[in-house]
């Protein structure tokens, strides 16, 4: 579904790459972590993908068509003056098709990120946790085939970040895929098929998320096996 071949950019007046030859690809079915500190280049890359930016070097490949691409950046985009119901129904009208009941559609989805009391109030009378939700919920209205999360948990309590992690793993299983960046490492484990870290705008690890945990015996938290593998590659 997504591939990255060789990808590179450096900010202006920046004295370090922001990625340096990042190349994977997302199959269907996987939900993918990608994870890393601060200024690792995950804005970056994901902002590479939604065609925000263009690279310096190397190409971006997608195989399914624009409509089919759900994507939540970590900044907030939102209709202020529209509804909850109404941004919804705008993610669900960026997707193609025939659809009988939008309606029952935007319901469900708010379901999902717990907006279902709030169908009926303008975007900016939402709470930051409420706008995240929202913001989500456009996202992944109407089941994008490919989707690109950049901190959807921030602002979420645990049920609703429950919800959504299973929302996302169901997908897969339906022919759907998920790179997601978040800083909720402790609770992704168990909902991941994947993780790609970032280290110094470079790859540094890509595997399976048991292999990833593999040298933290005993530990669920992706975060553990990150801390271990970049303090190898410091030095420290």
């Not at 490949?61 to 939102?78: A, K, T």
């Amino acid at each position: 579904m997504l591939t990255l071949d060789r990808i590179a950019k450096t900010y202006p007046k920046s004295t370090a790459p922001a990625l340096q030859d990042v190349s994977f690809s997302l199959d269907a079915g996987e939900v993918v972590a990608l994870i890393g500190h601060n200024g690792a280049g995950k804005s970056t890359l994901f902002d590479i993908v939604a065609g925000l930016k263009r690279p310096d070097q190397g190409a971006v490949g997608l195989s399914v068509p624009r409509h089919e691409f759900g994507w939540c950046p970590q900044r907030e985009i939102i209709d202020w003056s529209l509804t909850v119901r109404q941004n919804v129904e705008l993610g669900l009208a960026l997707r193609k098709g025939s659809r009988r009941n939008v309606r029952q559609e935007v319901v469900e989805i708010c379901e999902v990120v717990g907006l279902q009391k709030k169908l009926d109030n303008q975007a900016e009378t939402l709470s930051g946790g409420e706008l995240r939700r929202c913001q989500i919920a456009r996202a992944i209205a109407g089941r994008p085939r490919l989707m690109l999360l950049d901190e959807p948990t921030t602002g979420l309590d645990p049920d609703a970040i429950a919800r959504v992690f299973t929302y996302l793993r169901e997908s897969a299983l339906n022919s759907g895929a998920a790179l997601v960046s978040t800083h909720e490492t402790s609770r992704f484990a168990d909902h991941c098929t994947r993780v790609i870290a970032l280290h110094g705008g470079r790859v540094v690890a890509d595997a399976p998320t048991a292999a990833f945990l593999e040298p933290v015996p005993g530990s669920t938290d992706l975060w553990d096996g990150y801390q271990l593998l970049t303090a190898d590659l410091d030095g420290s």
